[in-house]
């Protein structure tokens, strides 16, 4: 939990909470639930919804955050629970589904994007901590997030904040405003949040925004600098036949590095891109009558982020110089019919491609070269997201409460992005005016001829119809049977796609794909809390979902039973027990090859060569990689169980859970260095020329691996009223990882995340303390992770290196601190976060920039903030 949950006012009425169609008087229920509010989110000094949720102890695998800037969805974020994946977590508002982002994390994985949530308009964030597809269906295998918006506000709120880093960069202006109005039978809310930051660049922390990070194994200067190589058979250390010189190189705003020139691209990128965004609501409900309300929602957000990465490359997987005699001819690699002689090139004396060929013998050459001439690799992302919602309940009889509603929602993203070359204008520079030397600078003009502006669509939408019923029936000895039962209806579609220049390759380096699909969805539930005896409550659900769509899921069905046991009122002993299901993704389903690029390191021909410095163990700076759609994925499965105590006696609250998370059929892409680190299991995935050189990876998704979690969560809060002293209280919260297991195959062995390499932190723990005297208010939020094992660190050890490269991540702690004061209508609130100025902990065996878990840490460091609201 991020901070202290809040106590919850023990009404009569009867609510319904996640994790459970029943409506309930108590939160406290057989299903763990973490509750956040409003205020919390205040005292923990959190931006966003992705801050607050970052900060979660469960979040045991790591957020994907916008600080991938360079990744597939540099404008979108989601969370981890329980390290199952970020689309195994299912997200909701106000109990109801959302679309799911239209662009797939690493080109398959879809998600529910938590970047663009208002956080001014959040009443609090439920988390529900086990799975739950009986009552939720698919998706919720690792947990339910549900974030309730505000409703029912009879007054006016008007807020602004400021933040900014001590080092600069990802300044911040946020203002909102809150209004609502209501009659004995009505009531309106309207919100507005208008949010804008400053980019993060490498450039305002050069310490991390570079390539050459200092004690990381694997880092170094991109060797796309300007460099003309011989291709050497049966060899990854080709020869080097010319390059700039030192002075040159540097003047030019490269890296001279190893005896060639090379670049620094990490300086050009951005940790955090440019964003802004503009967020409304509208909530109302009317009483038709003393037994029917109507009620609805709409809202709208338009966000806007902007990204810059390095300039873009030239090397040879896009154009080889073949020297034949006195002739030198080039030719492309992704259109082979595009190829040109250049006679009498390699002749002695030519000055034909500046003379880069002359005497040379026959063989293949390239070039790699860094294409400053173009700027920067720019993106425009254009989110609009727009939902609406409407329903009726009330009851149908005395005792029988029914809802009825339909929600449809929308997000369309729009991306531009430029500086990139076409393949066609970058032959006809390379051949025009005789062949033109690919290390000499190219003109404005003519960089401004070879350049594209390329743009991606993509559209999700989701509609649900559902009605449901909720009661007490059947009266036994303990009490009445509770009980909620309906349908749900509900189709989804999608599409997302290219330009059709860039979906065809005619985009130097980048790959292009479409995918378009849709299916639809119908489920029937029931629920049933069982009073055995006084003290003891067992509750069964169950849950049937059939897709109609293209794939081998069919239908599902899943059941979920618990117990409530409370001999005294102070204590609560807990159990459940669920099953749960994924259906797969529409894009893993739907979607054309994508056509890519990573940078690995061939493992397994440098652990034969057994020396970390060889030739074979040099980084591969732009492997081609496939991603590919498989219509043929069946849902993957999983259970989920829990055993925990909770005991609640004057103002001191404690509980203790353990639960465990296995999920078999996992469908997964993993990256082409896991596939070439596990090379034995993913033979065939690789695909080798006839010297043994590497010519690319299929990372297609498939049902291929398990995982199984196990952990305790834990919390402790206090509330001291200390009188004229004012009060204090204090918490504590986090998650103890027992188990964390994941198999790539059924015949392959465990491969234990805790104890060995690529391992997460066994521990994540929040501990708050706040201090209120009448109008001021203090706060102090203290967030712990825990040391883990190195991402390689097996590897290392296996070597011999362990002294010269830690093969441990330290582990890390950053204090928040609040204060408020609060004088007539106004409040006022300011604090530090990361007060130390933590940075990220380093994993020196990490392959790819920064070399540091980005799910974890980031480089924002210490960060002022100022707010001022006024309510009338």
Not at 88 to 99: C, Q
Not at 149 to 158: I, R
Not at 438 to 461: F, H, V
Not at 773 to 788: A, E, H, M, P, T
Request: aromatic share 12%; charged share 25%; hydrophobic share 35%.
């Amino acid at each position: 939990m991020a901070v202290a949950e809040e106590e919850v006012s023990q009404d009569v009425e009867r609510i319904e909470v996640t994790g459970s169609r029943i409506k309930r008087t108590d939160m406290e229920t057989a299903s763990p639930l973490v509750v956040i509010s409003s205020e919390s989110i205040e005292k923990g000094g959190f931006n966003s919804v992705q801050d607050v949720l970052d900060n979660l102890s469960q979040n045991s695998g790591g957020s994907m955050s916008q600080q991938e800037v360079h990744g597939f969805t540099p404008a979108a974020s989601s969370v981890n629970l329980r390290g199952v994946g970020a689309g195994r977590v299912l997200t909701l508002i106000n109990g109801k589904r959302v679309p799911k982002y239209p662009f797939a994390a690493g080109g398959t994985d879809n998600f529910v994007d938590t970047a663009n949530m208002p956080l001014g308009a959040i009443e609090r964030i439920e988390i529900l901590t086990t799975g739950a597809s009986a009552i939720y269906g698919s998706d919720a295998m690792g947990g339910v997030i549900n974030i309730i918006l505000k409703k029912d506000v009879d007054e006016t709120t008007v807020k602004y904040r400021f933040s900014d880093t001590e080092d600069g960069g990802m300044q911040r202006n946020n203002i909102s405003f809150l209004t609502g109005t209501s009659n004995d039978t009505s009531n309106v809310t309207f919100f507005v949040e208008y949010d804008d930051r400053e980019a993060l660049k490498g450039t305002d922390r050069p310490e991390w925004g570079t390539d050459l990070i200092p004690g990381a194994a694997y880092a170094g200067y991109s060797t796309y600098g300007a460099t003309l190589y011989k291709d050497i058979p049966a060899t990854t250390n080709d020869e080097v036949l010319k390059t700039l010189s030192e002075q040159e190189c540097t003047d030019r705003g490269m890296k001279y590095h190893s005896d060639r020139c090379g670049f620094d691209r990490s300086a050009m990128r951005d940790f955090m891109p440019e964003q802004q965004r503009l967020s409304t609501m509208i909530n109302f409900t009317r009483e038709l009558n003393a037994d029917h309300q109507l009620y609805g929602r709409m809202d709208y957000t338009h966000s806007e982020v902007y990204t810059e990465i390095e300039p873009a490359t030239f090397g040879n997987n896009d154009f080889l110089f073949n020297v034949v005699g006195d002739d030198v001819i080039v030719k492309s690699q992704a259109f082979p019919d595009m190829q040109q002689t250049i006679t009498g090139a390699a002749a002695a004396g030519s000055t034909a491609f500046g003379g880069d060929f002359a005497g040379f013998d026959d063989g293949q050459y390239y070039y790699t070269r860094r294409l400053l001439e173009m700027g920067p690799r720019r993106t425009d992302f254009e989110t609009n997201n727009f939902s609406f919602l409407t329903g009726l309940e009330g009851y149908l009889t005395e005792d029988i409460e029914y809802d009825l509603s339909w929600s449809f929602a929308r997000q369309k993203v729009n991306t531009v992005s430029e500086g990139s070359p076409t393949v066609q204008g970058m032959f006809d520079y390379i051949v025009s005016d005789g062949g033109q030397s690919i290390l000499n600078e190219i003109s404005a003009e003519d960089a401004a001829a070879i350049g594209y502006q390329g743009n991606k669509r993509g559209e999700s939408t989701l509609s649900v119809i559902s009605f449901g019923i909720s009661g007490e029936a059947w009266e036994l000895p303990a009490g009445p049977i509770a009980y909620a039962a309906g349908v749900e209806y509900g189709r989804e579609w999608f599409f997302s796609a290219d330009d059709s220049f860039t979906s065809v390759g005619g985009v130097l380096g980048k790959g292009g794909s479409s995918a378009e699909g849709a299916r639809k969805q119908y489920a029937g539930y029931a629920e049933f809390a069982i009073p055995v005896i006084d003290e003891l409550v067992v509750t069964a659900a169950g849950r049937y979902d059939y897709y109609d769509d293209l794939s081998d899921v069919g239908g599902r069905f899943t059941p979920q039973v618990s117990f409530e046991y409370r001999p005294m009122d102070e204590l609560l002993l807990r159990g459940l027990f669920a099953e749960t299901f994924r259906a797969p993704d529409m894009q893993r389903l739907f979607g054309d090859p994508t056509r890519a690029y990573a940078g690995v390191v061939d493992t397994p021909r440098c652990e034969a060569s057994g020396d970390p410095d060889s030739p074979e163990c040099q980084k591969i700076d732009s492997l081609p990689i496939t991603i590919g759609a498989n219509p043929n994925l069946k849902e993957e499965t999983g259970t989920n169980w829990n055993l925990g105590v909770v005991w609640d006696y004057e103002g001191l609250n404690m509980s203790v859970d353990y639960w465990n998370v296995e999920i078999d059929d996992l469908v997964s892409d993993p990256t082409a260095q896991y596939i070439l680190d596990h090379a034995d299991v993913y033979a065939d995935k690789i695909e080798r020329d006839a010297n043994g050189q590497l010519v690319q990876v299929n990372t297609q998704a498939i049902n291929m691996s398990s995982q199984e979690t196990s952990g305790i969560d834990f919390s402790v809060s206090y509330l001291l009223e200390a009188g004229n002293l004012g009060d204090l209280k204090f918490s504590l919260d986090g998650t103890f990882l027992t188990k964390w297991e994941e198999q790539l195959t059924a015949e392959s062995d465990p491969i234990n995340k805790l104890g060995g390499e690529d391992s997460a932190p066994k521990l994540r723990a929040n501990f708050n303390t706040g201090w209120t005297y009448d109008d001021i208010g203090v706060n102090l939020l203290v967030k712990y992770i825990d040391s883990y094992h190195a991402e390689n660190k097996d590897s290392f050890l296996e070597w011999g290196i362990q002294d010269e490269y830690d093969v441990e991540v330290d582990s890390h702690v950053e204090v928040n601190l609040m204060g408020s004061y609060n004088y007539d209508a106004w409040r006022f609130t300011g604090g530090i976060n990361n007060l130390f100025d933590a940075e990220p902990e380093i994993d020196a065996t990490q392959k790819s920039w920064p070399h540091y878990n980005r799910g974890y840490y980031n480089v924002i460091g210490r960060e002022f903030y100022l707010s001022a609201e006024v309510t009338f």
